[in-house]
């Protein structure tokens, strides 16, 4: 057990290495568009999410749930603000789901949905 304790506090120390600075809370949902539960016209949709605090963009994810309940990964575009996650996908009419994924600046990886409504023309 003592070397899953060392591996433990390597860890926090590379986590601490790597962003530096004060002290921050994991990564909580603050805004997004589309909003959860709102609705968007058909076509090419911009994605933004933003959180409290930064995020490693390398290492956190998104996912599309479409209406068929099928997965797609989503790239998450390079060069967005530390807090801000974005991407654009095109998309039809239908309910879908965008499950994301963050790795926040304390080390701790948090998770949501956020559904929403593609509409018609
Ligand atoms: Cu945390």
Do not use: C
Request: glycine share 8%; hydrophobic share 40%.
């Amino acid at each position: 057990m003592a070397s899953a304790a060392m591996t433990t506090a390597a860890i926090t120390i590379a986590a601490v290495t790597i962003f530096p600075g004060p002290a921050q809370a994991h990564a909580i949902l603050e805004d997004s568009s589309p909003k959860a539960g709102g609705s968007v016209h058909a076509g090419t949709i911009d994605l933004q999410f933003r959180y409290n605090s930064r995020v490693d963009q390398g290492r956190s994810r998104l996912v599309l749930i479409r209406p068929d309940h099928k997965q797609t990964p989503v790239p998450i575009a390079p060069g967005s603000p530390p807090d801000i996650i974005r991407s654009h996908l095109d998309l039809k009419p239908g309910a879908y789901v965008i499950r994301w994924q963050v790795l926040a600046v304390d080390g701790h990886i948090t998770r949501g949905d956020v559904p929403f409504t593609v509409t018609g023309p």
